[in-house]
């Protein structure tokens, strides 16, 4: 595809998300009454977003290994490179949870979601105080049968780069007991961090299974890594369209 083409599907894609967000937003604003309405409602703004993506900038999406997803809850490891993951993954979990920074609660609208939803936010200057709110608010979640998401990394970080996880991820897995999922996924080359240009192709999530109970950390981060990196996604903008 023309790559002038693909820039004039960006900025419509661009403007097209940036109305659907303040019509969306405003519109389901009544549905912040519980936790589950507020989720329905965040879904119905996610598969919005998803037709645009896949009607306008040509962006598709595939997931591979649901199976993995067990009924109950669990902690999802995932890799972070887009925007993509954040909005995508509330069609892909029954009653999904991020764990994301404090600063996004803060948005007009959508952090208003975010916290009617039950997300989990983190103050990261906060020491070990975030470390204990943040664990009690993941005790909660998964009280509840949710599944928490956390991205170990704590940033988005370009596809084939690696950078050093955050400590969260192994002490959610140490004091909660239960399955930590892997999930390895290849959005950024399509979507990238934080650019207009949106490239057509197909985007990849795919559930691993769980790593071993009891893990000490040190083994917990190389066993996450080895596997979300051991899936060898390839580069969807390298692939034929």
Known sequence: MNLTVIKLRSWI??????????????ILLPWLVTRN???MAIRI????????????????????GAEHIPDGPCIIGAQHQSSYETYRIFLE????????????????????????GGMVPV???????????????????????????????GSRIPMGVQAPYRPGI??????CKVPLIP??????????KSRVLKLPGTITFQFLPALPADLRKNELLTALRESVE????????????
């Open 183 to 192: 999930m390895a996924l290849n959005s950024g080359p399509l979507w990238g």
């Open 93 to 116: 979990l029954r009653q999904p949870v991020l764990v994301l920074k404090r600063e996004l609660i803060w948005i007009p609208l959508i952090g208003w979601y975010m916290g009617r």
């Open 170 to 175: 192994a002490a959610i897995y140490s004091h």
């Open 37 to 39: 309405t507020t989720l």
């Open 230 to 241: 051991g899936a060898g996604l390839p580069d969807p903008s390298k692939e034929p369209i």
């Open 45 to 64: 703004w996610v598969r919005g977003i998803m037709w645009l993506a896949r009607n306008v900038a040509g962006v598709h999406h595939r997931t591979i």
């Open 13 to 26: 894609y661009t403007v097209l998300f940036l109305a659907w967000c303040t019509i969306a937003g405003t």
């Open 123 to 153: 103050d990261r200057g906060a020491g070990a105080s975030a470390m204990r709110k943040m664990l009690r608010s993941t005790d909660a979640a998964l009280a509840r049968g949710d599944q928490v998401v956390i991205f170990p990394e």
